[in-house]
């Protein structure tokens, strides 16, 4: 059985430290695009490791079917921020993909150079899907099969969107953004 992460950050602090030890090919001049809400915290938790990067939120509206870009985010994004560069998609974890395929197929939509996942949980079945749009994906932990994200966490400290925007802000006015 793998060890559960304490919270978001705690994962995000997990997964820095595999990016910088034994990734860091993938990190020295990547961007960082976080899945809103649960990503912001675990990008959080990277950046307190690895140093901050260029760090950006991706506004996606998810149901347990579906994923969908927020229209409005997708209208306002500058493209030219991604373009002809490496960018580092994170999230909370993977069950079935779908929330990565939809933000991953956009960014190369947009001219990504290099599209890295960067994630917690990522179970191998979803891996298989996966492989094809990423050019690396990094993960702490790869079950053979999906379960809820919220088994792999002690304390599953889920976010709503205001919160995660608030993490951004304040953020941004502590690096003097």
Same mark, same amino acid.
């Given at each position: 059985?793998?060890?559960?992460?304490?919270?978001?950050?705690?994962?995000?602090?997990?997964?820095?430290?595999?990016?910088?030890?034994? #990734?860091?090919?993938?990190?020295?001049?990547?961007?960082?695009?976080?899945?809103?809400?649960?990503?912001?915290?675990?990008?959080?938790?990277?950046?307190?490791?690895?140093?901050?990067?260029?760090?950006?939120?991706?506004?996606?509206?998810?149901?347990?079917?579906?994923?969908?870009?927020?229209?409005?985010?997708?209208?306002?994004?500058?493209?030219?921020?991604?373009?002809?560069?490496?960018?580092?998609?994170?999230?909370?974890?993977?069950?079935?993909?779908?929330?990565?395929?939809?933000?991953?197929?956009?960014?190369?939509?947009?001219?990504?150079?290099?599209?890295?996942?960067?994630?917690?949980?990522?179970?191998?079945?979803?891996?298989?899907?996966?492989?094809?749009?990423?050019?690396?994906?990094?993960?702490?932990?790869?079950?053979?099969?999906?379960?809820?994200?919220?088994? #792999?966490?002690?304390?599953?400290?889920?976010?709503?969107?205001?919160?995660?925007?608030?993490?951004?802000?304040?953020?941004?006015?502590?690096?003097?953004?």
């Amino acid at each position: 059985m793998n060890a559960k992460f304490e919270n978001l950050f705690d994962a995000g602090i997990e997964l820095g430290s595999l990016l910088r030890e034994e #990734h860091s090919e993938l990190i020295s001049d990547a961007q960082i695009g976080c899945i809103m809400p649960n990503g912001v915290p675990v990008a959080l938790g990277i950046e307190s490791v690895v140093g901050a990067r260029d760090l950006f939120g991706i506004h996606l509206s998810r149901t347990l079917e579906t994923a969908v870009l927020d229209s409005g985010f997708v209208a306002d994004f500058d493209a030219g921020r991604v373009e002809g560069r490496r960018v580092i998609l994170v999230d909370d974890g993977v069950e079935t993909g779908t929330a990565a395929i939809v933000c991953g197929e956009w960014l190369k939509s947009l001219g990504v150079l290099e599209l890295v996942l960067a994630v917690p949980v990522c179970p191998r079945t979803a891996m298989n899907r996966l492989q094809f749009l990423f050019s690396s994906i990094v993960t702490v932990q790869a079950p053979l099969g999906a379960r809820s994200l919220a088994w #792999h966490y002690m304390d599953f400290d889920v976010i709503d969107h205001e919160s995660a925007i608030a993490l951004l802000d304040a953020r941004s006015r502590a690096l003097g953004q």
